[in-house]
């Protein structure tokens, strides 16, 4: 397919509610915001718009913020929007402007290097009916890797430090997280520890470059990923893992973080991964597992924690390093400096896709734990209902906020229900380590994933997180649990893990074994007040997301409940437009799923927290449509080069407009309000979400 029709915006904009342009969403977008700062939705719009000279938008990108604000809730830096800028760049228009821009901003902040490694990685192949390497990204790939080493060269990239050079307990740091470690070993202190670069423990990546600044933490998520796509021949697969994780601790503590901005995660260095908490969640054909690893500041252990400068907004027009490169038509490199580097035309878009590929997202097949020889239907979340991983059963996390606060459990058999809790878990493990006596010590909590594409499940959680942050701007006390997702590559990548929570199906699972249902299981709770608040807000929150997104597959294996009360939802194979079941799609006319038995926890549909159901929804449809420039940007970004191949745009062009019409942005507040009500109307026990929830019973044996 060739992708030049895309530059006319009139080919795939619609008119909405057929009254007016798509495009007439964005015209009163301000681009100014603090001083010489500018705005970064406002200066994507132009570039996405198009009109301006490119000398011009160069001009504004240079002058927008670069990092997360780590003080406000809001984001609005590029690095954000990393997925759209580089899918722009690499389906639609690299411009030599925007690609020497792009170059200079990565060789300023490495953050936004390796996120965009990651990015072009990811792009470099498309995996689902067959695998195509887009050989243009992978050619530019290469030239970009090289120039990030030799700008990077042996830098100690987290927090740009060595802390100690000679260090007299390497050996006992080498055997810790081995079989061979001593619990009774005196505990470490921050002084006694030697950061270093990582080298790979696969042979065939080893490599004698002095210049490890930049590869550091790619090699060591190379050998993370390398075992989850081999694990699945191991047997036993649970002895593999371990032993192969053994050996990665044998090259930690090393300059290795993890590409994660919620709560400044990427700022702490691996010191080790807890061996003995990794599961294992296998299938035929893959084999995600689940790992914690202990992380730590430096900075903060040498009390020279910088978080109110980190915060302060970065742009690449006052950045004090100088451009490295200029890019003329192609990139012009100097060959003796350069001697491995080649020169790449970037005079057209990089890759040109000429095959209709969208491909469904698989179901994956999973292994009985009672017959290896029988395989039931489920998705990869759904493995954590394994006997004995009821504490490990969902794929997303917000665990930080929840070992800072008081543990609080659903009544008294909430332990017995949830397992161990992040807290008692974190405490336990932390007596036992040899670095437990750091102050800033903490635990992370992963999912590795491999043989999937998780570009759109980060894509769903980038719109997840912009409706979460529209709820925060306007005040409006609705939530949703964001985790984090990054795809490292064509099929492979990382999801946090959340902690203390159980999906609903697990747990309707306990409850029918006593003949109690969802309603009673709250009255039971010590908190009971808060829980169902609690419960209310999140309600909202993702009908709301569910309906504005068309989030499908939302059966209870995919929605979980937390210790405090909150829903979470999770596994976004489905959104936008595509449904499961093809040719029949039971669930794709179904606003939002509202249960009678969710009902019920409010207190019935004539009860007071139900009403305010009803308030919330009406006032959180009145921030997100206010927004709504917001989420169209990145919708329509990603849309622009990834249609063929991201499932959730299997629809088109009508994944676009029937967004756009789901706002109903030229209705009036009186208007707007009886649609809302007909919403929820529409929603409660609508017989295609009960008939859906029936179908994965019988199925895959899906409690309903």
């Keep these: 397919m060739n992708y030049s029709n895309i530059n006319d915006d009139t080919n795939y904009c619609c008119i909405v509610n057929r009254r007016r342009n798509s495009e007439s969403f964005f015209a009163n977008h301000v681009i100014d915001d603090e001083g010489d700062v500018l705005n970064t939705n406002g200066v994507l719009l132009q570039l996405y718009k198009g009109g301006l000279d490119i000398e011009v938008i160069k001009t504004n990108l240079e002058k927008v913020r670069l990092n997360p604000n780590w003080l406000s809730q809001k984001r609005d830096d590029l690095e954000y929007y990393i997925p759209q800028f580089i899918n722009y760049l690499v389906f639609r228009d690299n411009h030599k402007e925007l690609i020497n821009f792009l170059i200079n901003v990565c060789q300023n902040n490495f953050f936004f290097a390796h996120l965009t490694y990651f990015q ?13 390497n887009l050989k243009e990204v992978i050619k530019f790939l290469d030239l970009y890797t090289n120039l990030m080493k030799k700008q990077y060269g042996d830098e100690y990239l987290i927090n740009g430090q060595e802390f100690v050079t000679h260090n007299p307990y390497k050996e006992v740091i080498q055997i810790y997280g081995t079989a061979g470690y001593d619990q009774s070993t005196p505990k470490l202190n921050a002084s006694e520890i030697n950061i270093k670069q990582y080298t790979s423990i696969n042979g065939d990546e080893q490599t004698n470059e002095l210049n490890q600044g930049f590869s550091s933490t790619i090699n060591f998520w190379n050998d993370i990923i390398r075992i989850s796509e081999r694990l699945y021949l191991a047997y036993p697969q649970i002895i593999s893992l371990k032993a192969d994780l053994q050996r990665i601790n044998q090259n930690l503590p090393s300059s290795v973080y993890i590409p994660f901005v919620k709560d400044q995660i990427r700022n702490y260095v691996v010191l080790n991964i807890v061996a003995s908490e990794s599961k294992v969640f296998s299938t035929k054909e893959r084999s995600p597992f689940y790992i914690c690893l202990e992380i730590y500041r430096p900075d903060v252990e040498k009390d020279q924690q910088n978080d109110l400068k980190q915060s302060e907004a970065i742009t ?82 917000s665990f930080v906020n929840e070992i800072k606060q008081k543990s609080i459990l659903l009544g008294e058999e909430g332990q017995y229900l949830f397992g161990e809790s992040a807290k008692d878990q974190e405490q336990r493990i932390k007596e036992q380590s040899l670095f437990g006596n750091l102050k800033s010590w903490r635990l992370v909590h992963l999912i590795v994933k491999s043989g999937d594409n998780l570009k759109q499940e980060q894509f769903a959680m980038q719109l997840l997180s912009t409706i979460d942050q529209i709820f925060s701007i306007e005040d409006l006390p609705m939530r949703l649990s964001i985790y984090e997702v990054i795809s490292l590559g064509p099929n492979y990548g990382l999801i946090e893990m959340v902690k203390d929570a159980i999906t609903i199906d697990s747990l309707k699972r306990q409850l029918w074994n006593r003949q109690q249902t969802l309603a009673q299981f709250f009255e039971q709770s010590v908190y009971l007040d808060r829980h169902r608040t609690n ?54 006319k179904v606003p939002f799923k509202l249960l009678s038995e969710y009902i019920e926890i409010l207190g019935g549909v004539q009860s007071d927290l139900f009403k305010k159901f009803r308030e919330l929804f009406y006032k959180g449809f009145m ?73 994965q019973y019988f199925v895959q044996g899906i409690f309903y």
């Excluded at 072009?120 to 195509?132: A, E, F, Y």
């Excluded at 829903?567 to 669930?587: R, T």
């Excluded at 942005?665 to 929603?683: A, R, W």
Aim: aromatic share 10%.
């Design 535 to 588: 419960f209310l807000h999140s309600l909202v929150g993702y009908s709301l997301a569910c309906y504005i997104l068309q989030l499908k597959d939302r059966h209870n294996g995919n929605i979980l409940l937390k210790r405090d009360g909150h829903l979470v939802h999770i596994d976004f194979g489905f959104f936008l437009g595509n449904a499961p079941g093809k040719g029949i799609e039971i669930e794709n």
């Design 120 to 132: 072009l990685k990811s792009l470099s192949q498309i995996v689902n009916k067959k695998v195509i």
């Design 316 to 397: 690449l027009h006052k950045s004090f390093l100088q451009q490295k490169m200029s890019i003329y038509g192609s990139i012009h490199v100097d060959q003796a400096k350069y001697p491995n580097v080649h020169n790449i035309s970037v005079q057209q878009p990089l890759q040109i896709i000429d095959e209709d590929i969208i491909d469904e997202t698989p179901t994956v097949q999973f292994y009985c734990p009672d017959n290896d020889e029988d395989v039931v239907q489920k998705s990869v979340y759904q493995s954590f209902q394994k006997e004995n991983n009821e504490d490990f059963v969902s794929v997303a996390s």
């Design 623 to 695: 921030a997100l449509r206010k927004h709504s420039d917001r989420i169209l940007l990145l919708v329509k970004m990603m849309y622009s080069g990834q249609k063929n191949y991201m499932p959730c745009f299997k629809r088109g062009d009508k994944s676009i407009t029937q967004l756009e019409e789901r706002f109903f942005q030229y209705e009036d507040n009186t208007n707007l309000n009886i649609i809302c009500q007909n919403i929820i109307n529409s929603s409660i026990d609508n017989w295609r979400a009960k008939w859906y929830d029936k179908y």
